[in-house]
């Protein structure tokens, strides 16, 4: 028996199991490259799906940059896996793992869509409730602000009339003190007056007579002008001082020739009153003081003399030891 011989079965079982072989490896690889295909389709619209929930992502999510760098890092695995598609058929099974993977991604991606598409319509409402709340804030604001400029206007026009009733007020104060001091001034001068109308009074009774404030006492004798200034001293009066024209008028009136309080026995031809004064302003006569002539001299006291015809030209001097009437006089 030959052992290496050969039976024809056994050769043509080797064909047809070669010939099933190679049958079954081109179905494979007819399969294969079917599936690959399908693979390439599903892969290719997965991708351009991808692309456009990215694109969509993007655009709605624009902020957020974490979500921008995991497209970028898409766009590179994109990229990584157009160079892996070159090796296909022997990577099928990577292929899709990353498919699953991608497709689980996209799942990620669409969740996260839809929960930023729930956060931007949340934020939406609230924006929108917050632009409601906005404009309601505004409108009671432009009221606030209204009714603050009306109060402002009224505050000020209650300030403005606060402060005329208030200068009314300083001015009826005033003017209430000013009444105040007048009638207590006038009260004063009332007690005075009716002091005064007492004095006078009894003055009058004892022959004293009122001019302007004060009390003229005429003589009814005749003395010397040393004497008749004695004589008022002891009424607590002294010889008249003429201080003004309506008085100088006044006493001219009375028709006396009578002594005044007026003399230069002190230094010749400086006049001066009873009161240590120097004369000022004059009521002399015509061509007086003449001091009695060049013959006579030593006139150094004054009368007022009613004989003349001008009441403010009726002083003459006379020798003081002449007897003439006088007049005292007194403040009252």
């Not at 969509?56 to 994109?78: F, G, M, P, S, V």
């Not at 991608?102 to 949340?122: A, H, P, V």
């Not at 230069?264 to 015509?286: A, M």
Request: proline letters at 1%.
């Amino acid at each position: 028996m030959c052992l290496y011989c050969v039976d024809n079965r056994d050769i043509k079982d080797f064909e047809d199991k070669r010939n099933n072989l190679f049958q079954s490896f081109s179905l494979f690889k007819i399969n294969t490259t079917e599936e690959r295909d399908q693979l390439q389709t599903r892969y290719n619209n997965l991708t351009e799906e991808r692309d456009q929930i990215q694109t969509r992502y993007n655009n709605l999510t624009k902020e957020r940059d974490q979500i921008q760098t995991r497209y970028n890092n898409l766009t590179k695995e994109r990229d990584q896996l157009q160079t892996r598609y070159n090796n296909l058929t022997k990577e099928r099974d990577q292929i899709q793992t990353r498919y699953n993977n991608l497709t689980k991604e996209r799942d990620q991606i669409q969740t996260r869509y839809n929960n930023l598409t729930e956060e931007r319509d949340q934020i939406q409402t609230r924006y929108n409730n917050l632009t409601k709340e906005r404009d309601q804030i505004q409108t009671r604001y432009n009221n606030l602000t209204k009714e603050r400029d009306q109060l402002q206007t009224r505050y000020n026009n209650l300030t403005k009339e606060r402060d005329q009733i208030q200068t009314r007020y300083n001015n009826l104060t005033k003017e209430r003190d000013q009444i105040q001091t007048r009638y207590n001034i006038l009260t004063t001068e009332k007690g005075h007056i009716q002091a005064k109308l007492f004095v006078i009074e009894q003055h009058c009774q004892e022959g004293w007579r009122y001019f302007d404030s004060s009390l003229y006492f005429l003589s009814t004798e005749k003395k010397t002008w040393k004497q008749s200034r004695e004589d008022c001293k002891g009424r607590g009066a002294d010889l008249v001082i003429i201080n003004s024209r309506e008085e100088q008028t006044f006493l001219f009136n009375l028709h006396l020739r009578a002594w005044i309080g007026l003399t230069d026995s002190v230094t010749e031809e400086i006049w001066k009153w009873v009161d240590g004064t120097t004369l000022t302003t004059g009521y002399w006569g015509k061509g007086q003081p003449d001091n009695g002539g060049p013959l006579l001299g030593q006139e150094d006291c004054v009368e007022i003399y009613y004989g003349q015809a001008d009441p403010v030209q009726t002083w003459n001097d006379d020798k003081c030891g002449s007897n003439h009437d006088w007049i005292c006089e007194k403040e009252v």
